[in-house]
């Protein structure tokens, strides 16, 4: 999928190591942009050298930002990072997220913070860091900011207890951002993903179970790929979306207006 939809942009993705920021950080290469790859640390060295390939073999510029999402430090890391290499930020994906499935009457409260902090909290800090940059820029004007939210946001989880309400906390947290951004010029909008296969959920899903009611309950009849969560935030990433602030989009199979 490459229509040039982000030339010349500076687009910055968290937790870009594999899975749905994987996707995306490569798609915003493919299609001209220049890119700030964050991810973990360490132990995602390894996972982040073949994301940065990837877009270098698309003719992207690159820079890999490691650090702690949950920690305020990470994104002016993010930022600094972005400033120094490309002196501009136009577009954030703020994708780093954790969904660690646990049963909820035995949650360990240090699990559940840890969910809050990566997820919300983190996501805060960035695009916070980012608007703060987007609000001094000119030629053009502001920037976009897209959040993968989920559709957990619309709906609960038995094991997800610590992890919806964070999905929730970030489609609302765009539309406030809207509001408060968009006298300057910077969009905010949530893309909420189904049941795409990724690390996040590889165990959940190896339940041949839980892997076949996944599948029945999207009327596209499979789950999603990475891949396929590209084009919807390279939308509101691009011009495409130009009058679009606060919105969400859906990519999730049919799954959230289905009974079956
Ligand atoms: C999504 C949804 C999916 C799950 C992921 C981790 O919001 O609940 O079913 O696999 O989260």
């Known amino acids: 999928?490459?229509?040039?939809?982000?030339?010349?942009?500076?687009?910055a993705i968290t937790g870009c190591s594999t899975g749905i920021g994987r996707s995306i950080a490569i798609g915003a290469a493919r299609n001209g942009a220049n890119v700030v790859l964050h991810h973990v640390g360490e132990s995602t060295?390894?996972?982040?050298?073949?994301?940065?390939?990837?877009?270098s073999k698309a003719g992207a510029k690159t820079?890999?930002?490691?650090?702690?999402?949950a920690e305020p430090a990470t994104a002016s890391a993010i930022v600094s990072?972005?400033?120094?290499?490309?002196?501009?930020i136009d577009v954030l994906i703020s994708n780093a997220g954790?969904?660690?499935?646990?049963?909820?009457?035995?949650l360990p409260h240090p699990l559940w913070k840890r969910v809050q902090d990566v997820n919300l909290n983190?996501?805060?800090?960035?695009?916070?860091?980012?608007?703060?940059?987007?609000?001094?820029?000119?030629n053009p004007k502001g920037g976009s900011i897209v959040a993968i939210s989920s559709i957990s946001a619309l709906m609960g989880g038995g094991e997800q207890a610590h992890y919806t309400p964070t999905k929730a906390g970030l489609k609302s947290l765009m539309e406030s951002c809207a509001i408060a951004l968009g006298p300057m010029g910077i969009r905010c909008n949530s893309v909420l993903p189904g049941t795409i296969e990724t690390n996040i959920n590889k165990e959940d899903l190896s339940d041949p179970v839980k892997r076949a009611d996944q599948i029945r309950r999207a009327p596209l009849g499979r789950l999603g790929?990475?891949?396929d969560l590209v084009g919807p935030a390279l939308f509101f990433a691009s011009d495409l979306s130009?009058?679009?602030?606060?919105?969400s989009v859906l990519v999730d199979g049919g799954m959230a207006i289905s009974l079956q």
């Open 1 to 11: 999928m490459s229509f040039g939809l982000l030339k010349g942009k500076v687009v």
């Open 45 to 55: 060295a390894s996972d982040i050298a073949s994301v940065e390939s990837e877009c």
């Open 63 to 69: 820079v890999i930002v490691p650090g702690d999402i």
């Open 81 to 88: 990072a972005a400033v120094s290499s490309f002196s501009r």
């Open 98 to 106: 954790i969904c660690p499935f646990h049963t909820f009457l035995d």
């Open 122 to 138: 983190g996501a805060f800090y960035v695009v916070q860091a980012v608007a703060n940059q987007m609000a001094k820029q000119e």
């Open 225 to 227: 790929l990475p891949e």
């Open 242 to 247: 130009s009058y679009c602030t606060g919105a």
